[in-house]
């Protein structure tokens, strides 16, 4: 099943170019064909005959011959035709959903444009379509097997580049609800945001709310500052995100310790983060951050494992300098790929701190696994809930739900894919909830001491 469908997905990337093969083999049969039987037959044609021959066996006006045939000429009679009626049928084919896609386009109106066809892009647009609304998206470097899979779910498809103004014309901007910008860079964002900003001056009805992924917490930070100041009248809205921010407040969010009505023994007192990446970065802070804003008693213990821990808690500490006064961060420098089992690590004697959460943050989902299953063999340190970061596509959930016997107590462990936390259709039907959160957000940021520097 799974060669077929890689099979039919090599095909339609790559059908024209195969086509164009078929189109020059079956024309070099016919030219060969034909000189061969010329010289059988004693016939004195040129160069030129011989092609004009070839060619017109595209409308089947020349394969009609007297005397033996050879194999070449006799397969070129057959394809050349074949050949034809597939390509003109291919052509029209995309010309009707070209011209259908234009029919819809122009009644599409409160739609969601999303930019953007990579993982984020396209589970948010799976999401969304799944949930009734009218999509578009918009990608440079479309790939036709995708393609052909979101059309059939009911989404329109442009090929452009998102930052051209008449590309989001195309998507009929002007009429739309909600533009989501997932491009690579955050330039190319702040981009596309920029030129629908200057296209929704214009808009009589309605309004636009910007959605920008943003990697950069600064750059988030200093455009979240400006989203007010946008001049008023405009019917343009803007609201950011950064995926690692989002993804580890909602994680923390999940244990109802972090929550504001959440009984005192049910308040975490230590974490273990297994990889500080971006995303195991900003469980920290916002940790941190809810410890704070919870008025939690004494210090939350951290502890971190990653092979530059002690390098990256000091960089954490010069962005967030009021961290250190809310946490106390134990870095645990180890190379996870080499170091062997993790609770040798963990377990040194003078070193051992009971974990009440833990947090893996490993993009190899194999590594991740292996981490986890080391950490259930100590269940004296380890002695609370785990989270392990495992996409989906990865196959391994389901060693975890369904576990084989002597992998230790899995019940305590729960898998989440960063994709489902950090893009989902809720950040666009739920958009006042965002705001309400970023104007907490923002009220801690500027009139708390727990600030970035």
């Given at each position: 099943?799974?060669?077929?469908?890689?099979l039919?997905?090599?095909?339609?990337?790559?059908?024209?170019?195969?086509?164009?093969?078929?189109?020059?083999l079956?024309?070099?049969?016919?030219?060969f064909?034909?000189?061969?039987y010329?010289?059988?037959?004693?016939?004195?044609?040129t160069a030129?005959d011989?092609?004009?021959?070839?060619?017109?066996?595209?409308?089947?006006?020349?394969?009609?011959?007297?005397?033996?045939v050879?194999?070449?000429?006799?397969?070129?009679?057959?394809?050349?035709?074949?050949?034809?009626?597939?390509?003109v049928?291919?052509?029209l084919?995309?010309l009707?959903?070209?011209?259908?896609?234009?029919?819809r386009?122009?009644r599409?109106?409160?739609h969601?444009?999303?930019?953007?066809?990579?993982?984020?892009?396209?589970?948010?647009?799976?999401?969304?379509?799944g949930?009734?609304?009218?999509?578009?998206?918009?990608?440079?470097e479309?790939k036709?097997?995708?393609?052909?899979?979101?059309?059939?779910?009911?989404?329109?498809?442009?090929?452009?580049?998102?930052?051209n103004?008449?590309?989001?014309?195309?998507?009929r901007i002007l009429?739309?609800?909600?533009?989501?910008c997932?491009?690579?860079?955050?330039?190319?964002?702040?981009?596309?945001?920029?030129?629908?900003?200057?296209l929704t001056?214009?808009?009589?009805?309605?309004?636009?709310?910007?959605?920008?992924h943003?990697?950069s917490?600064?750059?988030?930070?200093?455009?979240?500052?400006?989203?007010?100041?946008?001049?008023p009248?405009?019917?343009?809205?803007l609201?950011?995100?950064?995926p690692?921010?989002?993804?580890?407040?909602?994680?923390?969010?999940?244990?109802p310790?972090?929550?504001?009505?959440?009984?005192?023994q049910?308040?975490?007192?230590?974490?273990?983060?297994?990889?500080l990446?971006?995303?195991?970065?900003?469980?920290?802070?916002?940790?941190?951050?809810?410890?704070h804003l919870?008025?939690?008693?004494?210090?939350?213990?951290?502890?971190?494992?990653?092979?530059?821990?002690?390098?990256?808690i000091?960089?954490l500490?010069?962005?967030?300098?009021?961290?250190?006064?809310?946490?106390?961060?134990?870095?645990?420098?180890?190379?996870?790929?080499?170091?062997?089992?993790?609770?040798?690590?963990l377990?040194?004697?003078?070193?051992?701190?009971?974990?009440?959460?833990?947090?893996?943050?490993?993009?190899?989902?194999?590594?991740?696994?292996?981490?986890?299953l080391?950490?259930?063999?100590?269940?004296?340190?380890i002695?609370?809930?785990?989270?392990?970061?495992l996409?989906?596509?990865a196959g391994?959930?389901?060693?975890?739900?369904?576990?084989?016997?002597?992998?230790?107590?899995?019940g305590?462990?729960?898998?989440?894919d960063?994709y489902?936390y950090?893009?989902?259709?809720?950040?666009?039907?739920?958009?006042?909830h965002?705001?309400?959160?970023?104007?907490?957000?923002?009220?801690?940021?500027?009139?708390s001491?727990?600030?970035?520097?």
């Open positions: 099943m799974r060669n077929k469908l890689h039919r997905q090599f095909w339609s990337e790559n059908r024209w170019l195969l086509l164009g093969i078929a189109w020059l079956s024309l070099a049969l016919g030219f064909g034909f000189y061969i010329a010289i059988e037959n004693g016939e004195d044609w030129g011989v092609i004009y021959r070839t060619f017109q066996l595209v409308t089947m006006n020349s394969g009609a011959v007297e005397g033996e050879n194999w070449m000429l006799q397969a070129a009679r057959f394809l050349l035709p074949l050949l034809t009626i597939y390509t049928f291919q052509v084919m995309q009707f959903v070209e011209q259908m896609q234009k029919l386009l122009r599409q109106k409160d969601v444009v999303i930019c953007g066809m990579g993982r984020k892009g396209s589970r948010l647009a799976r999401e969304l379509l949930l009734g609304r009218q999509v578009v998206i918009i990608e440079n479309l036709q097997e995708n393609a052909k899979i979101f059309r059939h779910l009911g989404a329109i498809i442009l090929a452009g580049d998102a930052t103004k008449d590309v989001l014309i195309r998507a009429h739309a609800r909600n533009l989501v997932l491009l690579g860079g955050d330039s190319e964002n702040l981009q596309t945001a920029y030129q629908a900003y200057q001056r214009t808009r009589r009805v309605g309004k636009l709310t910007c959605i920008i943003l990697s917490i600064d750059l988030l930070n200093l455009l979240r500052s400006c989203e007010l100041s946008i001049q009248g405009v019917p343009f809205e609201e950011t995100f950064n690692y921010e989002r993804t580890a407040r909602m994680l923390l969010q999940d244990n310790g972090w929550r504001e009505d959440s009984s005192l049910d308040i975490p007192e230590s974490l273990l983060v297994v990889g990446g971006r995303l195991g970065e900003q469980l920290v802070v916002q940790a941190g951050y809810l410890w919870l008025k939690r008693q004494g210090r939350l213990c951290i502890k971190v494992v990653d092979r530059d821990a002690v390098e990256k000091q960089n500490l010069r962005n967030y300098p009021q961290l250190g006064k809310v946490c106390e961060l134990i870095p645990q420098q180890a190379d996870i790929y080499t170091a062997g089992p993790l609770q040798n690590i377990a040194k004697p003078g070193e051992q701190v009971l974990i009440q959460q833990t947090y893996i943050c490993l993009g190899d989902p194999v590594l991740s696994l292996q981490v986890c080391n950490l259930l063999q100590i269940p004296e340190i002695t609370g809930p785990i989270r392990v970061q996409s989906k596509e391994l959930v389901d060693l975890l739900e369904k576990p084989l016997p002597g992998l230790g107590d899995v305590r462990v729960r898998t989440f960063f489902d950090a893009c989902s259709a809720a950040l666009i039907l739920g958009g006042m965002e705001m309400l959160a970023r104007d907490l957000h923002e009220i801690y940021r500027t009139g001491e727990f600030a970035s520097t």
